[in-house]
């Protein structure tokens, strides 16, 4: 009873990680389109998003089969609702790198270049995701605890991009659609940034069972 | 155990219990139908001597509730008996004793009763005046017995059992427990009975056959991990559920991860998109095989299907570190690409210059100007074609004559080449130090001091200065060419060194030279067995050190 209980439990671990690492890909994949302006790019962003929204219905009904079915406590209960709670964060993550990708169709082929902020900006979370999936996959609490120290960085550069934005439409006022779009992105990472922060906690909760928010 | 033993112990007594008690009860019925036959027998005598004197009246007083006496006429007629009336009575010429009493004169015969549940025996003899007087008693079968002894035979039963259950289990824990206390890793030492002892010798055998396989995969397996160990290539086996059964050093700085990761899942030292999906396809299809950038490194990875008897059983990743074969590719495209650009720009002002002037379309007076750019661009074409046949004679590494000579004096005569033009710019151009003796190519040397100063002096402004300082060690010689002019921004001092990179990528015609300059710098100094060092920032100048070892 108890080795088919584990082994479902490794499955629900393994489907995870995919589950992240396939918002690692949306992400990047976002990210890559937003330097290049390669429309194709931000269409792949779109399947993977879909598919992320398939693994999420999956891994949900997979966890409310295990609470019926086994009714786990202490630490296997806390992966589990650990595990449900990430999912939700990780279907946000997917569903606004699809976002970016379609403010990028937008874009008429003008790439983030002139705005070099916003590609270090991607680039701090995509580590911040890449991070809290890595903290998860490691039961790495210190980790977990780097990916929630990063989300200042994170919004730091959001208050950054947003008065060069400023300046901008000031010098620029018919450069404004473009750089409200380039705002919009910018939130859109911001946003991925409190994700991962969420993954990051659930991640604490489900080895230490404190959540900062309880 | 136990309980197998116990529940035979137990069985067998039982069986030997019942046995015996069948066998016994059917000995004593036998033992007392023979004494009752003989005392009826005895009745029978007594009775007919008394019926031959006296008659049926003797018969009459002898009636008794024990025995029945019937006396039959020689025609087979009743004439008495001591139970019925002797007319009801049939003619009892065809019963079996009677029948045999007027033949013998005696006859004996049993009968069961319609119910099975009496016996009745019977015995006749024959008179002297040719009747038979038959003699029968009635008795119990030996089932109606058995029925009547039940309650002493349970009871006795019951005894028995719980008995023979008690002798039982303290029987077979006697004979358990030495077996539970042997000492398996050293069979023969034991102390038990004799009966185990076999057994114990084939533990023994078995104990050392074991300890040998033990051995023999010890040997192979470390065999095995030095092999893995030392392999400079990265080394995972998987299981077909993906699990990693082995992973190496080399695969583990690779991936980043320990020993602990050995028995998870792939996807938990890495998972990217593409390895994992080569992983799927090299069990789907047996084998799989892409190029990827991990972190700053590029791998190649070969996926290979493991396959017994026809089925899958996982899989082994072979990783390769093609960084630098990516990086020489790379350089060779991109050397292939600058080349036919340099060749072709000259090229392209020479042919439009030359048509202008076929075509009649250049004024006369305007004529030594064009003819002027063909000739300057002709140079540029044979300078960089000089350069290329350098480098390449530096590539294939030609044994070059070697003679001592002082790195002070060629500075110095590199100076006095490009004083021109560092007076042209009114830069201050100074040589310092010691004479700085090594063993090496002077045409070699000259070139790597003339292609640093003509650099420092082309990239600093008006005004500027570039300074040369030679400086000696026991061991080796250090040349260091400064300027205070613009500086490099770091992110470039990694390629500056490659073929015709360039800092500024418009290929600017301004600074002239054809971007093979440091290149041959490069290769030069490592020709000598030297190294070179490049400390520069943006608007502080640049400083490069050359250190070429003395022998």
Known sequence: ?214 | MTSKIFRSIFATSIVVLMATLVIITSFLYDYFTDIQINQIKDELSIASVGTEQSGEEYLENLKSDNFRLTWVASDGTVLFDSQADKTAMDNHLDREEITEAFETGKGSSSRHSATLTEKTLYEAVLLSDGTVLRISVNRASGFVLLLGMMTPVIIVVIIAVIISAVLAHKMSKRIIEPLNKLDLDDPIENDAYEEIAPLLSRIHRQNMKIERKAAELNRRKDEFDLITKNMREGLVLLDKNRNILTINSAAMTIFGTDEKCTGNEFLTINRRHDITSAIEKALTSGHAEIRTKLGIREYQFDISRIETDGETVGAVVLAFDITEQADAERLRREFTANVSHELKTPLQTITGSAELIENGLVKQEDMSRFVGHIREEATRLVTLVDDIIRLSQLDEQNELQKENISLYDIANEACGVLRDSADKKDITLSVSGDSGNVCGVKQLLFEVIYNLCDNSIKYTPDGGKVEINVSETEKEVTLTVSDNGIGIATEHHARIFERFYRVDKSHSKKSGGTGLGLSIVKHAVQYHGGKIALQSEIGNGTIVTVVIPKI
């Open chain 1, 1 to 214: 009873m108890r080795s088919r209980f584990d082994e479902q439990l490794n499955i629900l671990n393994t489907e995870m990680i995919q589950m992240g690492a396939m918002c690692e890909e949306a992400i990047a994949l976002a990210t890559k389109a937003l330097t290049t302006g390669d429309l194709s790019l931000a269409e792949k962003v779109e399947t993977i998003s879909e598919d992320i929204d398939q693994m999420e219905r999956d891994i949900e009904s997979h966890c409310m089969k295990l609470l019926l079915q086994q009714q786990p406590v202490a630490r296997d209960l806390r992966q589990i609702s650990a595990a449900l709670k990430m999912i939700t964060d990780m279907e946000r993550i997917g569903d606004q790198s699809e976002d970016i990708a379609e403010i990028i169709t937008y874009l008429e082929g003008k790439t983030a270049e002139e705005t070099v902020s916003i590609r270090d900006m991607a680039a701090e979370t995509i580590s911040m995701v890449t991070d809290s999936v890595d903290a998860y996959v490691k039961k790495d609490i210190e980790l977990a605890k780097t990916v929630i120290t990063h989300d200042d960085k994170v919004d730091e550069y959001f208050d950054r991009i947003k008065s060069s934005l400023i300046k901008m439409i000031a010098e620029n006022p018919e450069n404004g659609e473009y750089a409200l779009d380039l705002l919009m992105i910018a939130k859109y990472f911001e946003r991925i940034g409190d994700h991962a922060t969420n993954i990051a906690e659930w991640v604490i909760f489900s080895v230490t069972g404190e959540h900062k928010n309880s």
